[in-house]
């Protein structure tokens, strides 16, 4: 009695009913439709097609070679219409080498986030899903990875693998992995303690499903945005990495945004003057981590519920959620008319006269 299809005395559609004026049949819009909307996401998206395309064709629009020289003159020469960044102390063109280093970069950064987010979902979902003596030993090895520290570990790596790998993108992509998975698979174990347990989970269980059909099939969905964000913070760690190891002359320099900024260095650049050989090398890796932050960010919002609730009572204009948070708003229904407005009446008529 009382629940049904048609309007509230107020003129409003019933909860659960269609909106008037929608077509019939027509699913209702997902939150998850809602994601591209993200001024972060699009941003970032943005901003990360841009250096991939830069990467892609940036070595074939290069005015000249990054390696050949021009000018006699003891000091770099700066920008002008031959040369739009100006040249080096040897006097090689910086557009040129700005354009070839974004693929060298960027490669590095793909192939080592991709090798570290693999080894993290291994490692983590593994360690999460199986427990017990396991789950000790693989959470050791993710916490001596956590403590120990990343730098003199990358040092001593590259330093065993000699001049001859040094310019091998994906042998230092590789070595940039190994001390970038630990973070990642931290997050996936905890993640997965909590999914194991699940009713889904125990109905495959209970089934005889295998357990690596169960971790790809029931749990890995459910970790889709944990995967996504780890990898984007491993490509993030990457892009820093092989900067810093190309900048301290580490692994082969040459035409990449690191070693751009490691040859500056070498001549005093920042010193002297010269801004346009540091600068625009050094702009390229902030837009760069800037992309993939804004992306992390955008993506971490959409996940997490507390986020989400904040972001969405900011943009409510009409109705305004509470802004306390884990506290679910209740809209109160108005009273209906007829055959409940008799009943409300009769209810408050037999109280007055009590």
Same mark, same amino acid.
């Given at each position: 009695?009382?629940?049904?299809?048609? @309007?509230?005395? &107020? &003129?409003?559609?019933?909860?659960?009913?269609?909106?008037?004026?929608?077509?019939?049949?027509?699913?209702?819009?997902?939150?998850?439709?809602?994601?591209?909307?993200?001024?972060?996401?699009?941003?970032?998206?943005?901003?990360?097609?841009?250096?991939?395309?830069?990467?892609?064709?940036?070595?074939?629009?290069?005015?000249?070679?990054?390696?050949?020289?021009?000018?006699?003159?003891?000091?770099?020469?700066?920008?002008?219409?031959?040369?739009?960044?100006?040249?080096? @102390?040897? @006097?090689?063109? %910086?557009?040129? @080498?700005?354009? %070839?280093?974004?693929?060298?970069?960027?490669?590095?950064?793909?192939?080592?986030?991709?090798?570290?987010?693999?080894?993290?979902? %291994?490692?983590?979902?593994?360690?999460?899903?199986?427990?017990?003596?396991?789950?000790?030993?693989?959470?050791?090895?993710?916490?001596?990875?956590?403590?120990?520290?990343?730098?003199?570990?990358?040092?001593?790596?590259?330093?065993?693998?000699?001049?001859?790998?040094?310019?091998?993108?994906?042998?230092?992509?590789? %070595?940039?992995?190994?001390?970038?998975?630990?973070?990642?698979?931290?997050?996936?174990?905890?993640?997965?303690?909590?999914? !194991?347990?699940?009713?889904?989970?125990?109905?495959?269980?209970?089934?005889?499903?295998?357990?690596?059909?169960?971790?790809?099939?029931?749990?890995?969905?459910?970790?889709?945005?944990?995967?996504?964000?780890?990898?984007?913070?491993?490509?993030?760690?990457?892009?820093?990495?092989?900067?810093?190891?190309?900048?301290?002359?580490?692994?082969?320099?040459?035409?990449?945004?690191?070693?751009?900024?490691?040859?500056?260095?070498?001549?005093?650049?920042?010193?002297?003057?010269?801004?346009?050989?540091?600068?625009?090398?050094?702009?390229?890796?902030?837009?760069?981590?800037?992309? $993939?932050?804004?992306?992390?960010?955008?993506?971490?919002?959409?996940?997490?519920?507390?986020?989400?609730?904040?972001?969405?009572?900011?943009?409510?204009?009409?109705?305004?959620?509470?802004?306390?948070?884990?506290?679910?708003?209740?809209?109160?229904?108005?009273?209906?008319? &007829?055959?409940?407005?008799?009943?409300?009446?009769? $209810?408050?008529?037999? &109280?007055? !006269?009590?």
């Amino acid at each position: 009695m009382g629940i049904g299809t048609d @309007q509230l005395a &107020g &003129g409003g559609p019933a909860p659960g009913a269609e909106p008037p004026g929608a077509a019939p049949g027509r699913p209702r819009r997902n939150r998850a439709l809602r994601l591209p909307r993200s001024g972060k996401i699009l941003t970032g998206l943005g901003m990360l097609a841009f250096f991939i395309l830069w990467a892609i064709i940036g070595p074939f629009v290069r005015p000249y070679s990054p390696d050949a020289t021009f000018a006699n003159a003891p000091v770099p020469l700066p920008p002008s219409g031959a040369h739009w960044l100006g040249t080096t @102390q040897v @006097q090689q063109d %910086v557009f040129s @080498q700005l354009l %070839v280093g974004g693929g060298r970069m960027i490669g590095v950064a793909l192939i080592g986030g991709v090798i570290a987010t693999a080894a993290s979902v %291994v490692i983590g979902v593994t360690a999460g899903y199986l427990g017990g003596l396991a789950d000790d030993l693989l959470s050791m090895l993710a916490n001596v990875f956590l403590v120990m520290p990343a730098l003199p570990l990358l040092i001593i790596m590259v330093g065993f693998l000699g001049q001859s790998t040094s310019g091998n993108l994906f042998v230092i992509a590789l %070595v940039i992995a190994v001390t970038g998975w630990a973070w990642g698979a931290r997050v996936l174990r905890a993640q997965t303690l909590s999914l !194991r347990n699940r009713d889904y989970v125990d109905s495959a269980r209970i089934i005889g499903e295998r357990r690596w059909r169960i971790i790809a099939s029931e749990i890995l969905p459910n970790l889709t945005p944990i995967v996504a964000t780890s990898f984007l913070f491993t490509v993030l760690y990457a892009v820093g990495t092989y900067a810093a190891l190309a900048f301290l002359g580490l692994v082969n320099p040459n035409w990449s945004w690191g070693g751009m900024l490691f040859y500056a260095q070498l001549s005093n650049a920042e010193l002297t003057g010269y801004w346009w050989w540091f600068i625009p090398p050094g702009l390229a890796i902030a837009l760069l981590g800037t992309s $993939l932050v804004l992306l992390n960010f955008g993506i971490d919002e959409f996940i997490n519920p507390r986020l989400r609730t904040a972001g969405l009572t900011r943009k409510s204009g009409r109705r305004r959620l509470r802004p306390e948070f884990a506290l679910t708003p209740v809209i109160r229904p108005e009273v209906r008319t &007829g055959i409940g407005t008799g009943i409300a009446t009769g $209810l408050a008529t037999e &109280g007055g !006269r009590r």
